[in-house]
């Protein structure tokens, strides 16, 4: 029987709203926004990249040969690539409108100069997360950036995989996984001088590939582990499920003095999957009750894909057409939430699903989607 992780995905639904507030304190100035909580809530994009190298450790450990190799990044693909092109060709129709919107409302950065046709390019080929010459900051679709270290993890885990079983080294494949996680960091030490989860267009790749590899030692210690680990008592696990969460919020709230301590996150996140993975505490079950919070991980991605596009559109109808203060984000930052998660729910449907490779109508893959 296929595993639910069900709390975990819940997970990805609270987190991605979490990094929504996150951009959302740029445009705001109210302390339920504006606090060190929320401005460090970036560091629970590193919680995705181990969450996904948990869930794709659990499906695609068996590749072994070229063919499942190109299937497994083939749908891959489909699955993130549609909405994030879509989101970019929409990022770049509101940039042509700027100068046209700008005799009727002030708009900010009306030449931004990272939004050029060099980082068009290379949002367009998710090499967005990787130092290249004439980039100097993130553009277009700013959380993008994400998608391209994920896609260079998926390459990075296929051609791991396709070696360890080749080469039959199955019993000894988390050396190969710590092997991989201590080259990122290694890479991203000798490239920047430290160890800091704050890169994003330069050396956000080498990110990415630490958090989804810790995920995949992760998912092979869940899985090792499971049998003894689910005998331990329930009351055990809710005060681990309590503690471990605490820990980590507090690490995110003073992520200003420990973000340059980056594997600090990838060890906290390691082990708060593998706790909730195992949905034995009293939280687990409480949150598993909340059908809001089940539709929120599933609308994740999409969640994460369009807010930033939302929130700056968004910000011009409020704050520079109706002329609110940025203090009004006390209770505009419920209005701007909701705009998201409702048109999360239509991207989701008919972006996401439309497709993804996986997706199946009347017991058939829906091969004719893409």
Known sequence: MKERFEVLDIFRGLFSSLVVFFHMSAFSATPIINNNFVYNADLFVDFFFVLSGFVIAYSYQFISTGEQLGKFYKKRF???????????????????????????????????????????????????SVQLPGVHDVSWNIASWSISAEMIAYLVFGLSVTFINRNKLTANRNYVYGLVVLVAFALLFYFTGGFEL??????????????????????NTYNSSKVWLKA??????????????????????????????????????????????????WLSSVLKKSKLLHETGKLSYSIYMIHTLVLSLFNVVFIRVLKLPPSAYSYLFVVNYLIIFFLSRWTFKHIEMRFNLSNKREGKRTWWLW
């Open 232 to 281: 331990l008592s329930n009351s055990l696990f809710s005060f681990l499920e309590i503690a471990a969460l605490a820990v980590t919020f507090v690490f995110v709230g003073y992520g200003h003095y420990f973000k340059q301590y980056g594997f600090i996150y990838e060890i906290l996140f390691f082990f708060t999957i593998l706790i909730f993975a195992l949905e034995k505490g």
């Open 198 to 219: 704050t890169y994003t267009f330069n050396f956000g790749f080498l990110r990415g590939i630490a958090g989804f590899f810790a995920g995949v030692l992760c998912f």
């Open 78 to 128: 489909f699955r993130l690539y549609p909405l994030h092109f879509i989101v970019l060709i929409l990022f770049v129709v509101v940039e042509l409108l700027k100068h046209s919107a700008s005799g009727y409302v002030h708009v900010n950065k009306l030449d931004n100069a990272s939004n050029n046709v060099t980082t068009f390019f290379t949002s367009l080929f998710l090499l967005n």
